[in-house]
Antibody
Framework: EVQLVESGGGLVKPGGSLRLSCAAS????????MAWVRQAPGKGLEWVST????????SHADSVKGRFAVSRDNAENSLYLDMNSLRVEDTAMYYC?????????????WGQGSLVTVST | DIQMTQSPSTLSASVGDRVIITCRAS??????LAWYQQTPGKAPKLLIY???TLETGVPSRFSGNGSGTEFTLTINSLQPDDFATYYC????????FGPGTKVDIK
Protein backbone atom coordinates (compact mmCIF):
# COMPACT_ATOMS: atom_id res chain seq x y z
CA GLU A 1 0.00 0.00 0.00
CA VAL A 2 1.37 3.38 -1.01
CA GLN A 3 1.86 5.66 1.98
CA LEU A 4 3.13 9.21 2.14
CA VAL A 5 3.59 10.80 5.55
CA GLU A 6 4.53 14.46 5.88
CA SER A 7 6.18 16.02 8.91
CA GLY A 8 7.95 19.20 9.93
CA GLY A 9 5.11 21.70 9.79
CA GLY A 10 4.39 24.20 12.53
CA LEU A 11 4.25 27.85 13.51
CA VAL A 12 7.03 30.11 12.25
CA LYS A 13 7.51 33.87 12.17
CA PRO A 14 7.68 35.81 8.90
CA GLY A 15 11.18 35.62 7.49
CA GLY A 16 11.81 32.29 9.19
CA SER A 17 12.66 28.88 7.78
CA LEU A 18 11.21 25.40 7.95
CA ARG A 19 11.96 22.01 6.42
CA LEU A 20 9.15 19.67 5.48
CA SER A 21 9.79 15.96 5.10
CA CYS A 22 7.77 13.25 3.42
CA ALA A 23 8.40 9.57 4.19
CA ALA A 24 7.33 7.26 1.38
CA SER A 25 6.60 3.54 1.49
CA UNK A 26 4.78 0.87 -0.45
CA UNK A 27 6.34 1.62 -3.84
CA UNK A 28 9.74 1.97 -5.50
CA UNK A 29 10.38 5.58 -4.48
CA UNK A 30 13.41 6.01 -6.73
CA UNK A 31 11.31 5.31 -9.84
CA UNK A 32 8.86 8.18 -9.43
CA UNK A 33 8.90 11.93 -9.67
CA MET A 34 7.45 13.59 -6.58
CA ALA A 35 5.64 16.86 -5.98
CA TRP A 36 4.56 19.32 -3.30
CA VAL A 37 1.12 20.94 -3.52
CA ARG A 38 -0.25 23.41 -0.98
CA GLN A 39 -3.66 24.67 0.03
CA ALA A 40 -4.21 27.84 2.02
CA PRO A 41 -7.04 27.66 4.58
CA GLY A 42 -10.38 27.69 2.78
CA LYS A 43 -8.70 28.13 -0.61
CA GLY A 44 -7.88 26.02 -3.65
CA LEU A 45 -4.89 23.90 -4.58
CA GLU A 46 -1.57 25.41 -5.65
CA TRP A 47 1.27 23.42 -7.19
CA VAL A 48 4.55 24.25 -5.42
CA SER A 49 7.33 22.07 -6.84
CA THR A 50 8.25 18.84 -8.61
CA UNK A 51 11.44 16.79 -8.58
CA UNK A 52 12.28 14.00 -11.00
CA UNK A 53 13.12 10.49 -9.85
CA UNK A 54 16.88 11.02 -9.74
CA UNK A 55 16.76 14.73 -8.90
CA UNK A 56 17.92 15.71 -12.37
CA UNK A 57 14.97 18.00 -12.93
CA UNK A 58 13.44 20.35 -10.38
CA SER A 59 10.78 22.98 -10.90
CA HIS A 60 9.13 25.48 -8.58
CA ALA A 61 6.14 27.79 -8.81
CA ASP A 62 7.00 31.44 -9.37
CA SER A 63 5.47 32.27 -5.99
CA VAL A 64 8.18 30.27 -4.18
CA LYS A 65 11.09 30.38 -6.62
CA GLY A 66 14.29 31.47 -4.91
CA ARG A 67 12.84 30.82 -1.44
CA PHE A 68 11.85 27.13 -1.50
CA ALA A 69 13.96 24.18 -2.60
CA VAL A 70 12.79 20.63 -3.24
CA SER A 71 15.14 17.69 -2.73
CA ARG A 72 15.00 13.94 -2.15
CA ASP A 73 17.02 11.07 -0.71
CA ASN A 74 16.23 7.88 -2.60
CA ALA A 75 18.25 5.78 -0.13
CA GLU A 76 15.96 7.02 2.65
CA ASN A 77 12.73 7.05 0.56
CA SER A 78 12.27 10.65 1.58
CA LEU A 79 11.22 13.90 -0.05
CA TYR A 80 12.00 17.33 1.37
CA LEU A 81 10.94 20.93 0.98
CA ASP A 82 13.25 23.58 2.40
CA MET A 83 11.33 26.80 2.92
CA ASN A 84 13.15 30.07 3.58
CA SER A 85 12.11 33.70 3.86
CA LEU A 86 8.62 32.55 4.77
CA ARG A 87 5.73 34.95 4.29
CA VAL A 88 2.28 35.13 5.83
CA GLU A 89 0.87 34.08 2.45
CA ASP A 90 2.81 30.79 2.64
CA THR A 91 0.45 29.65 5.39
CA ALA A 92 -1.11 26.45 4.07
CA MET A 93 -1.47 22.73 4.31
CA TYR A 94 1.43 21.25 2.38
CA TYR A 95 0.80 17.93 0.64
CA CYS A 96 3.44 15.53 -0.58
CA UNK A 97 2.30 13.63 -3.68
CA UNK A 98 3.56 10.96 -6.04
CA UNK A 99 3.60 11.88 -9.71
CA UNK A 100 1.83 9.29 -11.81
CA UNK A 101 4.12 7.36 -14.10
CA UNK A 102 3.93 8.43 -17.73
CA UNK A 103 2.75 11.93 -16.83
CA UNK A 104 4.20 15.15 -15.52
CA UNK A 105 2.73 16.62 -12.34
CA UNK A 106 -0.37 14.39 -12.21
CA UNK A 107 -0.56 13.28 -8.58
CA UNK A 108 -1.96 9.80 -8.02
CA UNK A 109 -1.18 9.39 -4.32
CA TRP A 110 -1.21 12.10 -1.66
CA GLY A 111 -0.18 12.36 1.96
CA GLN A 112 -2.51 13.80 4.58
CA GLY A 113 -0.61 17.05 4.69
CA SER A 114 1.52 19.10 7.07
CA LEU A 115 0.24 22.48 8.25
CA VAL A 116 2.56 25.46 8.03
CA THR A 117 1.47 28.65 9.75
CA VAL A 118 3.46 31.84 9.22
CA SER A 119 2.47 34.46 11.76
CA THR A 120 3.84 36.89 14.29
CA ASP B 1 1.69 31.23 -17.38
CA ILE B 2 -1.39 29.18 -18.18
CA GLN B 3 -4.47 30.23 -16.24
CA MET B 4 -7.36 27.88 -15.51
CA THR B 5 -11.00 28.76 -14.89
CA GLN B 6 -13.87 26.55 -13.80
CA SER B 7 -17.62 26.97 -14.00
CA PRO B 8 -19.77 27.01 -12.10
CA SER B 9 -18.02 27.81 -8.84
CA THR B 10 -20.84 26.14 -6.92
CA LEU B 11 -23.40 23.66 -8.13
CA SER B 12 -26.41 22.39 -6.18
CA ALA B 13 -27.63 18.95 -7.15
CA SER B 14 -29.55 15.93 -5.91
CA VAL B 15 -28.64 12.27 -5.70
CA GLY B 16 -29.20 10.72 -9.12
CA ASP B 17 -28.60 13.95 -11.06
CA ARG B 18 -26.18 14.29 -13.96
CA VAL B 19 -23.60 16.97 -13.25
CA ILE B 20 -21.28 18.70 -15.71
CA ILE B 21 -18.35 20.91 -14.68
CA THR B 22 -16.43 22.96 -17.22
CA CYS B 23 -12.73 23.86 -17.11
CA ARG B 24 -11.07 26.29 -19.51
CA ALA B 25 -7.39 26.99 -20.12
CA SER B 26 -6.01 30.38 -21.18
CA UNK B 27 -4.13 28.68 -24.03
CA UNK B 28 -4.10 25.27 -25.63
CA UNK B 29 -2.94 22.46 -23.36
CA UNK B 30 -3.73 19.61 -25.77
CA UNK B 31 -4.98 16.82 -23.48
CA UNK B 32 -2.78 17.68 -20.51
CA LEU B 33 -5.61 17.95 -18.03
CA ALA B 34 -6.48 16.09 -14.83
CA TRP B 35 -9.47 16.17 -12.48
CA TYR B 36 -9.40 15.72 -8.71
CA GLN B 37 -12.07 15.33 -6.04
CA GLN B 38 -11.58 16.70 -2.52
CA THR B 39 -13.81 16.35 0.53
CA PRO B 40 -13.36 18.55 3.62
CA GLY B 41 -10.31 17.69 5.70
CA LYS B 42 -9.02 15.16 3.19
CA ALA B 43 -6.32 15.12 0.55
CA PRO B 44 -7.39 15.37 -3.09
CA LYS B 45 -8.11 12.20 -5.02
CA LEU B 46 -7.16 11.77 -8.68
CA LEU B 47 -10.17 10.95 -10.88
CA ILE B 48 -9.08 11.51 -14.48
CA TYR B 49 -5.88 12.34 -16.38
CA UNK B 50 -5.04 12.95 -20.06
CA UNK B 51 -8.42 14.68 -20.16
CA UNK B 52 -10.42 11.46 -20.42
CA THR B 53 -8.50 8.54 -18.90
CA LEU B 54 -10.19 7.22 -15.77
CA GLU B 55 -7.79 6.51 -12.91
CA THR B 56 -7.83 2.91 -11.66
CA GLY B 57 -10.58 2.29 -9.13
CA VAL B 58 -12.62 5.39 -9.99
CA PRO B 59 -16.30 4.60 -10.68
CA SER B 60 -17.36 4.69 -14.32
CA ARG B 61 -20.03 7.34 -13.59
CA PHE B 62 -17.15 9.83 -13.80
CA SER B 63 -16.01 10.81 -17.29
CA GLY B 64 -13.86 13.51 -18.81
CA ASN B 65 -13.85 15.09 -22.23
CA GLY B 66 -12.20 17.85 -24.19
CA SER B 67 -8.93 19.01 -25.68
CA GLY B 68 -7.21 22.27 -26.43
CA THR B 69 -8.75 24.86 -24.11
CA GLU B 70 -12.15 23.50 -23.08
CA PHE B 71 -12.79 20.44 -20.91
CA THR B 72 -15.67 18.88 -19.01
CA LEU B 73 -16.06 16.53 -16.10
CA THR B 74 -19.37 14.66 -16.09
CA ILE B 75 -20.76 12.74 -13.16
CA ASN B 76 -23.65 10.50 -14.12
CA SER B 77 -26.16 9.58 -11.42
CA LEU B 78 -24.64 11.57 -8.57
CA GLN B 79 -24.04 9.53 -5.42
CA PRO B 80 -23.87 10.73 -1.78
CA ASP B 81 -20.05 10.34 -1.75
CA ASP B 82 -19.79 12.67 -4.75
CA PHE B 83 -20.70 15.84 -2.85
CA ALA B 84 -17.27 17.42 -2.82
CA THR B 85 -15.10 20.06 -4.46
CA TYR B 86 -13.65 19.26 -7.88
CA TYR B 87 -10.46 20.76 -9.28
CA CYS B 88 -9.02 20.64 -12.76
CA UNK B 89 -5.26 20.80 -13.27
CA UNK B 90 -3.28 21.53 -16.41
CA UNK B 91 0.12 19.87 -16.68
CA UNK B 92 1.04 20.82 -20.22
CA UNK B 93 3.35 23.61 -19.04
CA UNK B 94 4.40 23.24 -15.42
CA UNK B 95 1.16 22.88 -13.44
CA UNK B 96 -1.82 25.05 -12.60
CA PHE B 97 -4.99 24.15 -10.78
CA GLY B 98 -8.40 25.62 -11.43
CA PRO B 99 -10.18 27.44 -8.59
CA GLY B 100 -12.53 24.53 -7.88
CA THR B 101 -16.22 23.71 -8.19
CA LYS B 102 -18.14 22.80 -5.08
CA VAL B 103 -20.97 20.32 -5.60
CA ASP B 104 -23.40 20.54 -2.73
CA ILE B 105 -26.77 19.09 -1.86
CA LYS B 106 -29.81 20.86 -3.29
Amino acid sequence: EVQLVESGGGLVKPGGSLRLSCAASGFTFSSYSMAWVRQAPGKGLEWVSTISSRSRYKSHADSVKGRFAVSRDNAENSLYLDMNSLRVEDTAMYYCARVRGGTTDVCDYWGQGSLVTVST
Amino acid sequence: DIQMTQSPSTLSASVGDRVIITCRASQSISNGLAWYQQTPGKAPKLLIYKASTLETGVPSRFSGNGSGTEFTLTINSLQPDDFATYYCQQYSSYSTFGPGTKVDIK
